[in-house]
């Protein structure tokens, strides 16, 4: 599979949905979604935002009852009001954007629906031990990973845990060394979920057989 795995992974679970949306960005930090979804989940567990969270701005937004857990060691209300501010004085792309999510940012954390834990995701740690105060046994997860390969270490507890779930949105690194696992992990949820939504990320550049490294997917609650 390894010099077609991304072809081969689409042909297999690819099931077209019309009224998926993107929410958050039209570019890289921006995913795939069928608002009901949305709608239908408690609590949305954001791992990996940098200084983007303009996907869990209009996660927010769109549902009004949603809690929101965005976890992200790099990041501090202060650190990209600094970094912000010295964008303005250098020769640095994107300031309106990252000053707008500095601003985005600084306001979520304010809200009592949202909250900021700063620390790296990867073992030992458990998603569901993190957001434990938050939920009860109906409440349903929406997952964001993108975490620079860490997601690689939560596919187990994502698949004990997989009726606890509305959907799962990823951003897996290094396609091409853990693309067997990838496809094991969705055919795994394929009792449970559909692959709606899958884009090659450019910015993960691209495996000497042109094949992406970096791979966007969302899988939806059937």
């Keep these: 599979?390894?010099?077609?795995?991304?072809?081969?992974i689409?042909?297999?679970?690819?099931?077209?949905?019309?009224?998926?949306?993107?929410f958050g960005s039209i570019d890289d930090g921006g995913y795939y979604l069928n608002?009901?979804?949305?709608?239908?989940?408690?609590?949305?567990?954001?791992?990996?935002?940098?200084?983007?969270?303009?996907?869990?701005?209009?996660?927010?937004?769109?549902?009004?009852?949603?809690?929101?857990?965005?976890?992200?060691?790099?990041?501090?209300?202060?650190k990209l009001i600094s970094k912000g501010l010295a964008r303005l004085f250098f020769k640095k792309l994107d300031k309106t954007r990252y000053l707008?999510?500095?601003?985005?940012?600084?306001?979520?954390?304010?809200q009592k629906r949202c909250s900021h834990l700063k620390l790296w995701l990867k073992k030992p740690e458990r998603i569901f031990k993190l957001i434990e105060p938050k939920i009860n046994r109906d409440s349903k997860v929406l997952l964001k990973l993108d975490i620079e390969g860490g997601e690689y270490d939560f596919l187990d507890e994502i698949i004990e845990n997989?009726?606890?779930?509305?959907?799962?949105?990823?951003?897996?690194?290094?396609?091409?060394?853990?693309?067997?696992?990838v496809y094991n992990f969705i055919e795994r949820c394929?009792?449970?979920f559909n692959l709606v939504f899958i884009e090659e990320n450019p910015s993960g550049g691209y495996a000497s057989n042109g094949e992406p490294k970096c791979v966007?997917?969302?899988l939806e609650r059937q």
């Design 100 to 110: 707008f999510n500095t601003l985005i940012f600084n306001y979520l954390i304010k």
């Design 35 to 78: 608002p009901k979804t949305i709608k239908a989940s408690d609590i949305l567990f954001s791992g990996g935002i940098s200084y983007n969270v303009e996907f869990e701005y209009d996660i927010f937004r769109f549902n009004k009852e949603i809690d929101i857990v965005m976890v992200d060691p790099t990041v501090s209300g202060i």
């Design 190 to 192: 394929s009792t449970l």
């Design 162 to 181: 997989l009726n606890r779930f509305s959907a799962l949105v990823f951003e897996f690194h290094d396609m091409h060394l853990h693309h067997e696992k």
């Design 216 to 218: 966007e997917m969302t």
């Design 1 to 8: 599979m390894l010099d077609n795995y991304y072809k081969n």
């Design 10 to 22: 689409k042909d297999k679970f690819l099931v077209e949905d019309n009224a998926l949306f993107r």
